[in-house]
C-alpha cells in the first residue's frame, strides 16, 4: 500500500483560502433563504388577515376590525377596506392589509453591493383580498 500523499510546502494555506473565499457566499445564501422566508410568512399572514376582513365584511359588518385582529402579529400593519350594504348581493368587498418589512441579511448585502444607492427589495408587503358580498 502507498501511504497518502502529503501536500507540499506550497498547498498548506490552500484550503483556508478556498474557505475564506466560500464562505461569505455560504452565509448570503443562508441569510437570503431566511429573509425569504420571513418575507413569505408575513405576507401570507397579511393575506390571511385580508381574507378575514372581506369574509366579515361580506356579511355587512366592520371589515377593518376583523383584519386588525387577524393582522396583529405583524408589527405595523394598515388596513383599507370598502363595505358592504346589509341585504345587497351586488358589488364586492375589497380589504387590503399593508405591512413595512426589514429585510435583516439582504438589505444591507444589497446595499453594499450596490454601493448604498438603494435596494430592489420591496420595503412593503402587501395582502389583497375581494369577496363578492352576501346579502
Not at 53 to 81: F, I, K
Request: overall charge neutral; aromatic content about 6%.
Amino acid at each position: 500500500m502507498h501511504a497518502a500523499k502529503r501536500p507540499t510546502r506550497r498547498e498548506h494555506g490552500a484550503s483556508a483560502v478556498e474557505f475564506a473565499l466560500v464562505l461569505p457566499l455560504l452565509v448570503l445564501l443562508i441569510g437570503g433563504m431566511v429573509d425569504f422566508g420571513r418575507a413569505f410568512y408575513t405576507e401570507v399572514t397579511l393575506t390571511n388577515a385580508a381574507r378575514e376582513g372581506a369574509r366579515s365584511a361580506m356579511y355587512g359588518n366592520a371589515p377593518g376590525d376583523r383584519a386588525s385582529q387577524a393582522a396583529e402579529t405583524v408589527p405595523g400593519a394598515t388596513v383599507s377596506t370598502d363595505t358592504c350594504a346589509k341585504g345587497v348581493n351586488t358589488g364586492d368587498v375589497s380589504v387590503t392589509v399593508q405591512a413595512p418589512f426589514q429585510w435583516v441579511i439582504l438589505g444591507p448585502a444589497m446595499n453594499l453591493i450596490t454601493l448604498g444607492s438603494g435596494s430592489a427589495l420591496p420595503t412593503t408587503l402587501t395582502g389583497k383580498a375581494t369577496m363578492q358580498c352576501g346579502g
